[in-house]
């Protein structure tokens, strides 16, 4: 299921009542039950946290839940807890006061005063500095800030969405999160399973982002070839969603046709090629056989083995003697497969099929 729906692309940290239209790709069965759940959530006013690996969607989500909720007319404010050093979080989060501290020239207000009405996105809250953890609590609790340098409490209304890479509950075992802080943020908890978890997206998000990069780059119709398929859905992914969407981006700019092949990507090391030999792990080969599987094409048998000598073939550089050592057969059987397979120069298949006549004219 591919969702239309109303969104701005801005930088994070960014304030904006933008809309802009973006489609939300939910195909595979886990994704469509976390739409199911998301959708359940968002008109709530429940804070919610957002647990996923980098690159699985968790802004996107969050703009989602908002666009969703009855403050989308209000504003979405993202902060990124990583990024800020601990006093400047909390004149960003709270605002401060003029002359509260060197180079505060002016008052200004934090984004929850400025995120009134509206949602606050807190990325990376497993970051937050233990000494703000407590001051954020406060907040959430008594729904007011202070900001910096006073001492004047302001009302607000903000509803939180909060987001982590990293799992909370083992930070608060080690005293790096405060627990009640997490028991404030995990009232409604979503979680982002990383992309080879639910590979039913894999293609429909390629397809998606190369209809994206594809009209941004002024190019016709370009599609990915069978191969190129079969490469992307088994590929791990360790950087999720925005990995697949670079790789798109990067495999356009280099392909010189209309059609991706597996050559115009460069994937990282963790890839597991079933075209390089050396490095399959039969993990990967049992998950590549089992979409097939559930692909069912015709003569899928007949598929794997020309897939296996043909490939085998082509790392030994077409020398027999080397691929049928490889394979652990005798050389014999893996001439009988090239002639099935076409893969015989021509000369070898005219004494082959001799060969097999003198045999059945022997047999007869
Ligand atoms: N379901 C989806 N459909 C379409 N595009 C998606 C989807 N999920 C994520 N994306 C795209 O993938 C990219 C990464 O998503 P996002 O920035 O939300 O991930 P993240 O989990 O916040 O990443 P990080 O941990 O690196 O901050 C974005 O360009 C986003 O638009
Ligand atoms: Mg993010």
Redesign the pocket.
């Known amino acids: 299921m591919t969702l239309l729906v109303a969104y701005d ?1 801005t930088e994070s940290r960014s304030l904006t009542h933008s809309v802009r239209a ?5 195909e595979d069965p886990v ?1 469509r039950r976390l739409l199911d759940q998301i959708e359940r959530i968002a008109p709530s006013d429940a804070t919610v946290l957002i647990i ?10 969050a703009r989602h839940i908002h666009a969703l909720s009855k403050r989308s007319t209000n504003i979405f404010g993202a902060l990124n807890c990583a990024s800020l050093s601990e006093n400047l979080i909390e004149s960003e989060l709270f605002g401060h006061e003029k002359g509260s501290f060197t180079g505060a020239h002016m008052a200004k207000s934090g984004w929850f005063e400025t995120a009134n009405r509206g949602s606050l996105f807190l ?1 990376e809250v497993g970051d937050l500095p233990i000494g703000l953890q407590v001051k954020l609590l406060r907040v959430l609790q008594e729904r007011e800030v202070v900001k910096v340098g006073s001492r004047q409490p302001v009302p607000v209304d903000v509803r939180i969405i909060a ?1 982590t ?1 990293v799992n909370l509950e083992e930070a608060v075992a080690a005293s790096h999160f405060r627990a009640d802080l997490y028991y404030r943020f995990n009232v409604a908890t979503i979680h ?1 399973a990383p992309l080879r978890e639910r590979p039913g ?1 894999i293609l429909p ?1 390629a397809r ?1 982002f190369l209809t994206i990069y594809g009209e941004r780059l002024g190019y016709g119709e370009v599609k990915l070839s069978p191969a190129t398929e079969l490469t992307l859905l088994n590929y791990d992914w360790p950087g ?3 990995e697949l ?1 670079n790789a798109i981006h990067r495999a356009l700019l280099v392909c010189p046709g209309n059609r991706l092949r597996p050559e115009d990507f460069k994937l990282s090391s963790s890839f597991r090629h079933v075209e390089t030999g050396h490095s399959v792990s039969t993990n990967t080969l049992e998950t590549a056989l089992l979409r097939l599987c559930e692909q069912a094409p015709p003569k899928l048998f007949e598929i794997i083995e020309e897939t296996v000598i043909r490939t085998t073939f082509e790392f030994c550089e077409e020398n027999q003697v080397q691929t049928a050592k490889l394979l652990d057969i005798s050389r014999n059987v893996l001439r009988h497969k090239l002639e099935i397979y076409g893969m015989l120069p021509n000369g070898q298949r005219k004494v082959l099929a001799d060969k097999e006549e003198f045999r059945v004219s022997r047999r007869a």
């Open positions: 692309e973006s489609a939300l790709v939910f994704s996923g690996e980098t690159g699985t969607g968790k802004e996107l989500v990325d987001a890479n982002l997206d998000l998606h999720n969603i925005r969407e």
